[in-house]
């Protein structure tokens, strides 16, 4: 996907507690490191000009999730880096304003495993409603500057409910390792979507009423890498 974008303009009616609350999960390979590059993000235009919630990579290969409104409403970049392009990484965001604890209001957990050490960790205020599932907002992997440089698999948006990483996966009993539910039991919402089940079809694989994603820059490209069959890749840090 290095230079392709993947959107749409959400065209469901929205809801309060749809944007207080959601989950986003999906697997991801990065197959290009050390430079800005948007996993997903949703905003008006799809510039990323103001108003806008977005989870990226810095430079510095950092996970940096972060909404702007005339401002940073709220901030989460770890302090730890994700550099394996041999590696597919899953990750989950749990978002739930509803919270009173302002550390439970957004959970990240990487591999099954939550994470709890950030360079930066601004909380949203309680109740606060993002611009993910807000109506009329474009909503897409990657911008024109900034594309995903790696591959995407399963990727799961539910609308009103906050999963755990668990519904998405589950520990090897014999290995150790964290491996993939390719079919989770979850509630999409009006306006989830499952996207990037096993090629290169943009179509929902979740029923909804914001209509399919389409690739508006690019080519979307089908391998057989995936997080249940890992092949191997070069590492450019050598």
Partial sequence: ????????????????????????????????????????????????????NIIDFNSSDQLDFGGYESGTTFRKITNRVFRDINAWYHLVIAFDTTQSTADDRIKIYINGTRETSFGTSTNPAQDYQSKFFSSGKVHAFGRSSQT????????????????????FGS????????????????????????????????????????????????????????????????????
Avoid at 32 to 52: K, M, P, T
Avoid at 154 to 163: K, L, R, S, V
Avoid at 191 to 206: E, R
Wanted: aromatic residues 10%.
């Fill in 148 to 167: 995903f440089d790696g591959v995407i698999s399963h990727c799961h948006a539910t609308e009103g409910t906050a999963y755990a990483p668990t519904v």
């Fill in 171 to 238: 520990t090897d009993a014999t290995t150790g390792e964290w491996k993939i539910n390719a079919s989770p039991s979850v509630s999409y919402g009006t306006n989830g979507f499952f996207l990037f089940k096993n090629d290169n079809a943009v179509t929902n694989q979740a029923g909804n009423s914001s209509g399919n994603f389409a690739v508006t820059a690019g080519t979307l490209t089908k391998t057989e890498d995936n997080p249940s069959n890992i092949f191997c890749t070069m590492n450019p840090l050598m």
């Fill in 1 to 52: 996907m290095a230079s392709t974008i993947v959107s749409r303009t959400q065209s469901g009616s929205e809801s309060a507690a749809g944007r207080r609350t959601w989950t986003f999960s999906c697997w991801f390979k990065r197959t290009g490191i050390s430079s800005s590059q948007e996993l997903f993000g949703s905003d008006a235009n799809g510039a990323r000009s103001n108003n806008y």
